[in-house]
């Protein structure tokens, strides 16, 4: 098993910025991939981007590329979701997220363990 808790979630003003923290223990040798969704209220949870858990490769989704970044701290056991420029439409409940298979990692279903979410509220 795999627990995951995030931190980090607030209020900020348009065009701010704030870093979520994910912290991972448990079986995290089984890990490929860690995500970061979000859910709006009334909307379906959506990808936002990945890191994989060894190496540096990341992705992101149209919505945030240029103004989000994940970052992973290896020491830490813990992935970085740096968020910047942010407006009213990034607001949601963020959720980390691992995935113990190889994949294209962008997708719900693919992920195993997730946390419990922080909520993200960008002011206008």
């Known amino acids: 098993q795999v627990q995951l808790v995030e931190s980090g979630g607030g209020l900020v003003q348009a065009g701010g910025s704030l870093r979520l923290s994910c912290a991972a223990s448990?079986?995290?040798?089984?890990?490929?991939?860690m995500g970061w969704f979000r859910q709006a209220p009334g909307k379906e949870r959506e990808f936002v981007g990945y890191?994989?858990?060894?190496?540096?490769?990341?992705y992101y989704a149209d919505s945030v590329m240029g103004r989000f970044s994940i970052s992973r701290d290896n020491a830490k056991n813990t992935v970085y979701l740096q968020m910047n420029s942010l407006k009213p439409e990034d607001t949601a409940v963020y959720y980390c997220?691992?995935?113990?298979?190889?994949?294209?990692?962008?997708?719900?279903?693919?992920?195993?363990?997730w946390g419990q979410g922080t909520q993200v509220t960008v002011s206008s």
């Open positions: 997220a691992a995935d113990r298979s190889i994949g294209a990692a962008t997708s719900v279903v693919e992920y195993d363990y």
């Open positions: 448990g079986r995290i040798l089984t890990l490929y991939t």
């Open positions: 890191i994989r858990w060894r190496g540096d490769n990341t």
